[in-house]
C-alpha cells in the first residue's frame, strides 16, 4: 500500500470518529461504572415564511389537497376545503412572484406574525397581493390579501352589486357590521383627536403638536390608535366567514373590505410606530406609506359606495346588527346584538339580575325614526334612526356609572323640534343628559345629582 492510499485511509478513519454518527465509546464513572457520552444534537429550525409560500404555490400548481396542512387551522376553517378543490378555491397561479417584500416580524395577540407583499397573477381571479403568515409552533399561511378587481367596476355597476348583497342574508348582515365598525374608528378617531385637527387649522404641525402633549392628553392618541387597531382587527377577522355558494362578485366585495381593514390598521401601525418615536426622542420620521394610501383610497370607496346604497335598499332585515366594543387592550371586549325598531327596549341580564346591555327607543333629533341609545361596559352608544335601520352616531369611550334606569326622563331641548334625554346612574351619583346641538351634532353633559356640573364633561362631542 503506498503513502497516500495509508493517509486517506487515516483521515476517513479521522473523520468517521470525528462525526459522531453513533454514541461515543463508554467514559469510566467515578463510582468504577461507565457512561455513555451523548450523542450530537441536531437543531431543526423551521422553515421561514418564503419557503412555505414556495411550497404552497408548488402544491397548489398540483391541485394538490395537501397544500391545505400548509394553512392556519383558523384560516382553514373559513374555507370550503370538503366541497372544492384547492384550485378552486385560491385560483390558478400563474408564477409564484419572488421579488416581493417581507415585512418585518410583529407581536399580536394571536402570536408571531409577518406579511409578504407581493403581485401573484391569477388565471381567473384578482391577484394576490399579499400572504400572511402566523408562527404556531411553525410558519402557516393565515390569509391573502388580494387587488381591486377593477373589472367588477367595470362589468357590474355598484348598484346591481348592492342588490346582490341585500339577497344575501349573510352578507347582508357582515357588511352592516363592518360598516358600523369603520364609522365607530372615524368616532373614535374625531372624538380623541379633535385638538390636532384644531392645532393643523390653526397652521400648528404635526411634531410640535406631539411634543407639546402632555402624558395624558399622548395617552389619550394612543389608547385611540389602539381601539381603532383593534376594530380594524375584528373587521378583518369577521370577513373570513364561509363564502360557499357565493357569486364570485359577492366573494370579490368581501375580500375588498377585508384588505380595507387590514390596510388600515397596517397604515395606522406605522403612524402610531412613527408618533412613538417622535414623542419619545423629538425625531419624526416621516413613514412611507403613500403605496398603501392609495390602494387604501380605492378600496374603501368602493366598500362605503355598496354600504351606502345597501343600508338605503334593505328592507328585509326585520332588526339591524350592531357589534359593541370595550377597553383599550387587543383584543377588545366585544358583544354583537341585534336592534329591533319593533321594540321599545331591550335589554339581557346576567345570572343575579344586573344588566349586560340595555337599548331603549328614544326620539331625540325631530324625525320620525326614533334613535336607539344603548348601554354596555360602562359606555353609552347613540344610533340614529333611519327609514331601513341604525346608523352609529356617537358613543363614548369611558367607563360611566351609566347603567341607566329604564324611567328615563325625556325633555324638549333647546332645539326645535328635537328632545333631551336624562339618565340617572344606577349609583345615584350622575345625571347623563344626551340630545342634539343647533348644529345638529350629538350632544353628551355628565351632571353629578346635586346639580354641580363636572368639570370638562360638558360640550359636543362627535
Known amino acids: 500500500m503506498t503513502r497516500r492510499a495509508v493517509g486517506s485511509v487515516l483521515l476517513l478513519l479521522l473523520l468517521a470518529l470525528g462525526c459522531g454518527g453513533g454514541d461515543g465509546p463508554p467514559v469510566p464513572d467515578p463510582d468504577g461504572g461507565t457512561t455513555e457520552q451523548p450523542r450530537d444534537s441536531i437543531i431543526v429550525m423551521p422553515r421561514g415564511p418564503m419557503e412555505v409560500a414556495l411550497d404552497f404555490s408548488n402544491r397548489l400548481g398540483m391541485n394538490d389537497p395537501s397544500c391545505y396542512e400548509l394553512l392556519t387551522p383558523g384560516f ?11 384550485q378552486q378555491i385560491f385560483g390558478r397561479w400563474r408564477a409564484f412572484d419572488a421579488g416581493g417584500r417581507l415585512t418585518s416580524i410583529s407581536e399580536t395577540p394571536r402570536g408571531r406574525m409577518t406579511s409578504y407583499h407581493c403581485s ?26 388580494v387587488e381591486l378587481p377593477r373589472q367588477t367596476e367595470d ?36 372624538q380623541s383627536y379633535a385638538s390636532l385637527d384644531a392645532a393643523i387649522g390653526a397652521g400648528t404641525d404635526y411634531r410640535d403638536f406631539i411634543l407639546d402633549l402632555q402624558d395624558d392628553s399622548y395617552s389619550i392618541l394612543a389608547q385611540c390608535n389602539i381601539r381603532r387597531a383593534g376594530k380594524f382587527q375584528i373587521i378583518q377577522d369577521r370577513a373570513g366567514f364561509s363564502a360557499s355558494g357565493l357569486p364570485s362578485d359577492l366573494v370579490s366585495l368581501v375580500n375588498i373590505w377585508r384588505e380595507m381593514a387590514y390596510i388600515s390598521k397596517s397604515v395606522l401601525s406605522e403612524r402610531h410606530e412613527a408618533m412613538q418615536q417622535l414623542y419619545a426622542t423629538g425625531e419624526w420620521v416621516e413613514p412611507d406609506i403613500s403605496e398603501d394610501l392609495e390602494r387604501l383610497r380605492g378600496f374603501r370607496d368602493f366598500f362605503l359606495s355598496v354600504s351606502d346604497l345597501v343600508e338605503v335598499r334593505d328592507s328585509l332585515s326585520r332588526t339591524w346588527p350592531v357589534l359593541l366594543t370595550a ?37 331625540l333629533n325631530g324625525d320620525s325614526d326614533p334613535e336607539r341609545v344603548v348601554y354596555w361596559a360602562g359606555n353609552l352608544y347613540l344610533f340614529q334612526g333611519t327609514t331601513t335601520g341604525y346608523r352609529l352616531a356617537w358613543r363614548t369611550f369611558e367607563d360611566y356609572d351609566s347603567d341607566y334606569h329604564a324611567d328615563f326622563v325625556s325633555q324638549p331641548s333647546g332645539r326645535p323640534g328635537c328632545r333631551e334625554v336624562t ?13 342634539y346641538s343647533d348644529q345638529g ?16 364633561e360638558e360640550g359636543e362631542q362627535p
Not at 370550503?80 to 384547492?86: A, R, V
Not at 399579499?130 to 391573502?144: N, V
Not at 377588545?332 to 344588566?355: A, F, K, M, S
Open 120 to 145: 401573484i397573477r391569477r388565471m381567473e381571479m384578482p391577484a394576490v397581493s399579499r400572504i400572511d403568515f402566523l408562527l404556531e409552533e411553525e410558519w402557516l399561511i393565515d390569509g391573502f390579501g
Open 76 to 86: 382553514a376553517d373559513t374555507l370550503p376545503t370538503d366541497s372544492l378543490s384547492p
Open 155 to 190: 362589468s357590474l355597476t355598484i348598484d346591481q352589486l348592492a342588490d346582490m348583497v341585500i339577497q344575501y342574508p349573510q352578507v347582508r348582515r357582515e357588511i352592516h357590521i363592518a360598516r358600523m365598525l369603520h364609522d365607530d374608528c372615524i368616532i373614535d378617531s374625531l
Open 441 to 456: 351634532t350629538p350632544l353628551f353633559r355628565r351632571i353629578r345629582a346635586s346639580m354641580v356640573e363636572t368639570p370638562g
Open 327 to 363: 377597553g383599550s387592550n387587543e383584543p377588545l371586549g366585544q358583544v354583537q346584538i341585534d336592534l329591533d325598531p319593533h321594540q321599545l327596549e331591550q335589554r339581557t341580564e346576567n345570572e343575579v339580575g344586573g344588566t349586560v346591555w340595555r337599548a331603549l327607543a328614544v326620539e
Open 423 to 435: 339618565f340617572k346612574g344606577v349609583e345615584g351619583d350622575y345625571e347623563y343628559f344626551l340630545g
